[in-house]
T-cell receptor, first 113, second 111 residues
Framework: QKEVEQDPGPLSVPEGAIVSLNCTYS??????FMWYRQYSRKGPELLMY????GNKEDGRFTAQVDKSSKYISLFIRDSQPSDSATYLC?????????????FGQGTELSVKP | EPEVTQTPSHQVTQMGQEVILRCVPI?????FYWYRQILGQKVEFLVS????????KSEIFDDQFSVERPDGSNFTLKIRSTKLEDSAMYFC?????????FGPGTRLTVL
């Protein structure tokens, strides 16, 4: 079983739709969960950061972590064409001196005007 | 807003040649990283660096790779003898707390 799994999509939605992006993971030691946005041929940009379980909201973005199910989600409300990008989930285990991040495959999102 | 910078943006090299990829992490960050992303694949961890030494490295980071912080601002990744399969985007990152901030990447093409 892969450490982090993410449906690569592509996912296409109309402008204004609510988008749900998800990742599952196998390592119960993961405590830090991140969502990055990556535009084509650019570096990953940190969008959301969550420690342990729960919800976190920032503007149109909401990150959810369900550690009991080993499942994390990113919701985008009122999606815009500028949200079209690849969304990467990433995780880090605690006590990891190096701080290595494990990434999902990335989900390609296209928001159509 | 401070950001991680990387040079060059694109490097083309012949197989067997040495390349050095350069990064300037965000000042006052203490942990530095290199990741790579082969086209169409996941972002993969290569190495982490703290207090002037490697703190962790992946299986990919073999003897052909080395990292260095030659001065107070630069962080470099050297590939001694490039292979075709080293063609990828290479990302540098620096960390504050548990948040890692990535640079724009260097696209390495090995011919």
């Amino acid at each position: 079983q892969k450490e982090v799994e993410q449906d690569p999509g592509p996912l296409s939605v109309p402008e204004g739709a609510i988008v749900s992006l998800n990742c599952t993971y196998s390592n119960s030691a993961f405590q830090y969960f991140m969502w990055y946005r990556q535009y084509s041929r650019k570096g990953p940009e940190l969008l959301m950061y969550t420690y342990s379980s729960g919800n976190k909201e920032d503007g149109r973005f909401t990150a959810q972590v369900d550690k009991s199910s080993k499942y994390i989600s990113l919701f985008i409300r009122d999606s815009q064409p500028s949200d079209s990008a690849t969304y990467l989930c990433a995780m880090e285990a605690p006590g990891n001196q190096g701080g290595k991040l494990i990434f999902g495959q990335g989900t390609e999102l296209s928001v159509k005007p | 807003e401070p950001e991680v910078t990387q040079t060059p943006s694109h490097q083309v090299t012949q197989m067997g040649q040495e390349v050095i990829l350069r990064c300037v992490p965000i000042s006052n960050h203490l942990y530095f990283y290199w990741y790579r992303q082969i086209l169409g694949q996941k972002v993969e961890f290569l190495v982490s660096f703290y207090n002037n030494e490697i703190s962790e490295k992946s299986e990919i980071f073999d003897d052909q790779f080395s990292v260095e912080r030659p001065d107070g601002s630069n962080f470099t990744l050297k590939i001694r003898s490039t292979k075709l399969e080293d063609s990828a985007m290479y990302f540098c990152a620096s960390r504050e707390g548990s948040k890692q901030y990535f640079g724009p990447g260097t696209r390495l093409t090995v011919l």
